[in-house]
């Protein structure tokens, strides 16, 4: 059996998380505050807010910038549901935008149509992990700066449409020679299971704003709201004469464990290696794949990026949906487990039910219709890859050409 994604548990993780056990402390401490900091020293952007999953790290930063009923927030059609479903909780309007036909991203020429007053955020997503046009985003953005109606502090302080990146899929991955965590405003990371790098779960908020916030203070302002609304966290009230605290705004419950720090801590320790060995899976499957007139391989470099290697969404030209679940069945018969990256959200019950319909967005239903993400993990060796593409080209032409 070729598996999809597992997680890399090794001796290394398990030391760290023992380490963890046996000091006593295990919910968030010392440990979260230095996978903080190495985070921000790896991207390189401003500060960094450790959190319980990145859906929590959207929510907490629409929060935060005020979003709620009447406003509106634009997405790509092309994503996981948490990018849409954070809009929803918060009461806010969800703007689905089309995608590019070269990757699966949002194309910035579909969001300039869409930019009304009432459009306070524009939430890129870099699937598969390779990153957005934010440049041209940022160009459309300011081009609307006329149409920007703030309707509180810090928004007034930004003095345009906030870029939130869900770089879920993109930790590591360049923009101009860049790390994701300074492409936007705020990029938000997952570390899922099955994420690149996994603290099982979790994710980061990476501030990155402009001059003009102090990332630190917001940095403190976005873990109070992450735990409760509390002035002190677990770790300071125990400490000597620290237990009195206060509750100063009615917050959530997302934050990052010590346990779930220290998987993290090895993880981004070890993590070039890590995309280094994804780099060249991703560069054999192009190579087995790309003689094949149906093989549409992904893009994962280009002049100006270079993916984080998370998925390869690989594209059959000429299938139906109806082909590609056959082809997914096939290959499911030689013990492989391949994905589909994704069903796109206006594609969902709950979203049809709200009047939003796939056709509208044609880029991202013919995106969908013929995708197959294969594996991808540190370990998979080459002869499994080879297995894989091989069991692929069969699958394909068994249902193509042969019918």
């Not at 998380?17 to 440990?31: A, N, R």
């Not at 997405?75 to 309007?93: F, Q, S």
């Not at 300074?182 to 603290?199: G, I, M, P, Q, R």
């Not at 470099?301 to 299938?319: F, V």
């Amino acid at each position: 059996m070729i598996p999809f994604s597992p997680p890399r548990i090794d001796q290394k993780i398990i030391d760290e998380v023992v380490d963890t056990l046996e000091s006593g402390w295990i919910t968030t401490g010392p440990k979260t505050a230095q996978f903080e900091a190495n985070l921000a020293k790896y991207c390189g952007n401003r500060a960094t807010v450790c959190v319980g999953s990145a859906t929590a790290g959207l929510h907490l930063v629409l929060h935060w910038l005020g979003i709620g009923p009447g406003d509106e927030v634009i997405v790509p059609a092309y994503t996981y549901c948490a990018t849409a479903n954070v809009i929803e909780h918060l009461g806010a309007t969800v703007v689905f935008a089309d995608v590019n036909e070269l990757d699966f991203n949002i194309n910035f020429k579909s969001i300039e149509g869409l930019i009304t007053e009432r459009t306070k955020v524009v939430m890129p997503v870099d699937i598969g992990g390779f990153p957005c046009d934010y440049n041209e985003i940022y160009e459309v953005v300011d081009s609307k700066k006329a149409l920007f109606n703030p309707a509180n502090a810090q928004q007034q302080k930004l003095g345009r449409i906030a870029v939130i990146a869900d770089a879920a899929h993109s930790i590591g991955a360049t923009y101009f020679g860049d790390r994701t965590g300074t492409c936007a405003d705020v990029s938000v990371f997952s570390f899922h299971a099955v994420k690149n790098l996994s603290t099982a779960e979790g994710g980061a908020i990476a501030l990155n704003l402009p001059d003009t916030f102090d990332c630190e203070e917001l940095k403190k302002q976005l873990k109070t709201k992450s735990l409760h609304g509390q002035s002190k966290d677990a770790f300071s009230k125990m400490q000597v004469g620290g237990w009195k605290y206060d509750v100063i705004e009615a917050g959530f419950k997302c934050n990052m464990t010590d346990i779930q720090a220290a998987m993290g801590l090895v993880e981004l320790d070890r993590y070039d290696g890590n995309l280094e060995r994804r780099q060249q899976i991703f560069g054999l499957y192009t190579d087995l794949l790309r003689e094949y007139d149906w093989a549409h391989c992904p893009r994962f470099r280009t002049g100006s990026k270079e993916s984080s290697y998370h998925l390869y969404m690989l594209r059959i030209r000429g299938a139906s949906e109806e082909d590609r679940n056959e082809i997914i069945k096939r290959i499911s018969e030689d013990q492989i487990a391949v994905n589909v990256h994704y069903l796109p959200v206006p594609a969902m019950t709950h979203y049809q039910e709200k009047g939003y319909n796939l056709d509208d967005y044609p880029q991202a239903k013919a995106n969908y219709v013929g995708e197959i993400s294969l594996p991808v993990y540190y370990t998979l060796k080459n002869e499994q890859v080879h297995a894989v593409a091989n069991s692929v080209i069969r699958a394909v032409e068994s249902v193509l050409v042969h019918g």
